[in-house]
């Protein structure tokens, strides 16, 4: 329904263009989020890098992802336009996919420079395109506009659950190379579908402000893309005064979003603490199904898509019936959500059992949990050696890679508590001569993790395959809490990341003026990149030193102290924009009143 103001003969619809952004913006968070969903376990398995490191690196990477922004929008705003930018901008992006899969640590730390890049020059660019789109093509229309990023911020959402489920079942059964080929090839396909409503977008002209001498007109020119550039001659009062405009907006806006950051910093640890948590301390059985840990984070998505159109829905009658729900109280109420989902976290985390440190043996057969010695130092293992008292793994070729940190060796055996002798042939376990569960606990296992006989049947030796040994921290499965703790945050968060991060991309748009809104919208999105930077980076480390409980309880009050702050910056927000909302309505009845005359 279109709003008094808009035009009679303006259409009620959404515009064609809606559709590429739509189904460009899917695939691309499809490849986006399907490949951090792996990353951190990636690291780990396969780059050797510890867990506390992983969820620094994880943390720098989301970091830079969501710098770029500043880059793209100045980019987009004074050279490319916002349409080259972005197809500019996504070639490395597919390109980078490619390579993140090598499982080499240079080429995927290059790679996921070039990715954080071109996701991160995208984000501002699509969203203020879309939305210069329903200026032109649907003017008046701000209710239809704000229902577009509604379900633009959905089809991110689709596409990220899609992903999120994928891709830890596509690693687990091919392994993470053919697994990064998913998001690889969803990126070119983003970048096609993109390309192709090219004439549906809202043109786009590139405005510079030249000081010149009274009465002198620069001529127009095009950028390098084409696009026209209208330069317009002002005084160096006039280029001042510009500039204040553009401070003043920051500084009216830039308090609001620094409070965002905390909110953020929560939200972006679902890539990391959140699953280092759920893999160790949680029963990720589903509906009677065993789930990988770092596939939970799906739910996130899944939840954005059953509450966001209920959220419009919500909206729109509110609206209607003359309630309409400020911006700072969406946020605010975010902010209370984001600290209860926090203190969920934390009771699970008490009511779970106690980390102990255990040796994982793995082999295609699947993965014994043994006791460990205190003592046991598995790079220190050579030759035909045993590791620890506790754990009688004895072999004559243990070769450790210090890359990875773990040991593997092709043909050994582990000795059981109760006598029975595990044999390791061609880097494979002997399933032939298996004892039954019942029997592997009473030798010493503690937790059996093998596959079934259908699963052991379709298994092929390979020459290269090898058994290895690694440390793990582990917690008896009868002392593991239901995953379902782990869902019911991931709902209360994610009503919160609809009530501030739909709120606040829009809102980056709205309070904008005309010449810089993506690079407003970049500072929108480089609020992510310091939330990333000065608090994920150093304070996940913290998750390694800390209970689980006590690290999700820390930031639970953190969010309590944010509510506090919030409330003054929110007034004072309120009152800038009704200022600026006086001004512009005062400026539209003067310019009426000289046409009149």
Not at 279 to 288: A, E, K, S, V
Request: aromatic share 12%; hydrophobic share 50%.
């Amino acid at each position: 329904m279109p709003s008094a103001s808009a035009p009679p003969d303006v259409p009620t619809g959404h515009p064609p263009g809606f559709w590429f952004f739509f189904w460009g913006e899917f695939a691309e968070r499809c490849s986006y989020y399907g490949m951090r969903a792996i990353l951190a376990k990636y690291m780990i398995d396969k780059l050797g890098v510890a867990e506390g490191d992983a969820g620094t690196f994880m943390s720098l990477f989301i970091a830079a992802c969501y710098f770029f922004p500043l880059l793209g929008g100045y980019i987009a705003d004074n050279f490319l336009g916002k349409y080259w930018t972005i197809v500019g901008f996504s070639v490395p992006y597919v390109v980078a996919q490619f390579l993140v899969g090598m499982e080499d640590k240079y080429i995927v730390f290059m790679s996921l420079v070039l990715l954080a890049m071109g996701s991160g020059v995208i984000k501002p660019n699509i969203s203020t395109l879309m939305g210069l789109t329903y200026d032109q093509q649907r003017p008046g229309q701000d209710q239809l506009r704000t229902s577009a990023f509604s379900w633009f911020y959905m089809a991110i959402n689709i596409g990220a659950w899609l992903s999120q489920m994928a891709m830890p079942l596509l690693r687990n059964k091919y392994g993470y190379q053919v697994a990064f080929l998913f998001p690889a090839g969803l990126m070119a396909l983003a970048l096609v579908i993109f390309a192709l409503g090219k004439r549906f977008y809202g043109k786009e002209r590139i405005e510079r402000k030249v000081v010149t001498a009274p009465g002198t007109q620069p001529p127009d020119g095009r950028t390098i893309t084409g696009l026209p550039v209208v330069y317009k001659a002002v005084t160096p009062e006039e280029k001042q005064s510009d500039f204040k405009l553009k401070m003043e907006t920051l500084s009216r806006i830039g308090l609001l979003f620094l409070t965002v950051m905390f909110f953020w910093a929560i939200f972006d640890q679902s890539a990391s603490t959140w699953i280092f948590f759920a893999d160790t301390y949680m029963d990720c059985t589903l509906f009677g199904i065993p789930a990988p840990a770092d596939a939970i984070q799906s739910f996130n998505a899944l939840f954005i898509i059953i509450l966001v159109p209920i959220s419009v829905f919500l909206f729109k009658s509110l609206d209607r019936a003359g309630m309409r729900v400020k911006a700072t109280q969406k946020l605010a109420l975010g902010f209370i959500l984001t600290g209860l989902s926090m203190a969920i976290m934390s009771v699970a985390g008490s009511l779970a059992g106690a980390k102990q440190e255990m040796l994982k043996v793995t082999t295609a057969e699947g993965v014994l949990v043994l006791p460990k010695a205190d003592a046991s130092d598995l790079s220190k293992v050579s030759g035909t050696a045993k590791v620890g008292t506790d754990v009688p793994v004895s072999a004559t070729d243990f070769a450790f890679d210090e890359k990875k940190k773990k040991l593997s060796f092709t043909n050994g055996t582990i000795a059981l508590k109760n006598g029975q002798v595990l044999t390791v042939s061609s880097g494979h376990l002997v399933t032939t001569a298996l004892p039954d569960a019942a029997g592997l606990t009473a030798g010493g296992v503690a937790e059996p993790l093998l596959k079934s006989g259908e699963e052991l049947n379709s298994i092929k030796p390979d020459s290269k395959d090898r058994a290895t040994l690694e440390s793990i921290g582990w917690v008896k499965p009868e002392e593991r809490v239901t995953v379902w703790w782990q869902v019911f945050a991931y709902l209360i968060i994610t009503v919160a990341e609809i009530l501030i991060s739909v709120t606040g991309l829009e809102l980056a748009f709205v309070a904008a003026p005309k010449t810089m809104k993506s690079f407003v919208t970049g500072c929108w999105l480089a609020v992510v990149f310091l939330a990333n930077l000065l608090i994920n980076a150093p304070i996940t480390r913290l998750y390694q030193h800390l209970s689980p409980s006590a690290y999700f309880a820390m930031l639970g009050g953190a969010m309590v102290v944010v509510v506090v702050v919030f409330i003054p910056i929110a007034a004072q927000f309120n009152r800038a924009m009704l200022r600026m909302k006086e001004a512009e309505d005062a400026a539209k009845a003067a310019e009426g009143n000289t046409e009149a005359v």
